[in-house]
């Protein structure tokens, strides 16, 4: 796994202002391959480099391999824009973002423990990291010679992002368990652990109205305020997701089971419903918990969603009726009561459960097929296998 690793830099007023002229420049040459691939509809990174090479290294300062660099990128979007408009590039044209990330490679930085070294417009610089913990955490010996540096213009300060091979850990854990997602309750395990979204939605609503207000003002503070605002509430949601996949994981389980969830609005569910589905962040959560299982060597797996929320999870009968409510589940048929959301985790959990025994009844049954098949045919089975 490659985790990343975002460091802030201690740079110079002088080397601020050589970074800066690199950036320029870098964004120069990241919009010249774009107009000209855009223009002749090409996504070759072979074409851009022929046609745009060596034109940016006569107008530009920049080392060749941030020429190469930039070129790459330019590419990156072009068969991004060629993939969404199916080939007809029939949208605006591109251009790069004013304060773009540069991207370093292994021939244009070199990194240790507190300091990297970047080619730049003026030569190679050294740029020394800010010290706190998070530098004293990571292997340097598993570190990859490739980051991105970014400058952010309010705060006026360089940010380096690095990446990092990191070894999943051992773990002796054992057992499975269900996980449901939802907009009242982030998520339900089947251990009867609950999340609850209580905090995320009054804090969701705050930011709502606030947006409401700002939009009908639609002064420019008013929208420069409303990117502020948003940025502010993805941050929030993101800490929390964060914390909930964390506390998931660390429960005494190696397997975690989800569903396979493709969420989509319609019309028949009304404004407000939908509303509260495009704020539902599910997939961010998944991830979450994908990537932090895996650190520890466990596994995340994935059953089909339909049903879960209204089969019973003590007789398995299967019916709409059964869900009384939102969180209210009972049984017609064997009139047990539970949790709305704990009966659909624990469906999951069973669901998986038996998803491997007929996995593990097939692979049987084919291997019982192959061995009759080679004994009419008189050969061996083990040759065969």
Sequence with gaps: MILSYKFKLNTTQEQNTILLDTLNQYKQAINKPLKYGFKHKQVSGVELHKATYY???????????????????????LKSIKTKTKGKFNTKQPKCHKYTSIRFDKNSCSISENMIKVSTTSGRIKLPFISYNLVKDINWNKIQNTCELKYHPTKKQWFLTVFVDKEPQETSDTGVLGI??????????????FFNSKHLRNVKSKYKYLRKRLQSK?????????GKVSRKENRFVRDVN???SKKIVKMPFDTFV??????????????????????WSYFQLEQFIKYKAELKNKQVAYVDARYTSQKCSNCGHTSRSNRDSQSSFCCKKCEFRLHADLNASRNIKENYIASLGISLTSRAQSIAHTTQSSTRLGSSPVALA
């Design 218 to 226: 639609g002064t420019k503070s008013a929208k420069r305020l409303l």
């Design 180 to 193: 449901d997602r939802g907009c009242k309750h982030i998520a339900v395990c089947s251990n009867n652990k």
């Design 55 to 77: 034109p940016l290294r006569e107008s530009t300062n920049l080392p060749s391999q941030l020429v190469c660099s930039a070129r790459c990128k330019a590419t990156e979007i």
């Design 242 to 244: 964060h914390c909930i």
């Design 258 to 279: 989800l569903e396979k969830l493709q969420i989509k609005k319609k019309k028949k569910f009304g404004k407000r419903f939908n509303s509260i589905l495009s704020g």
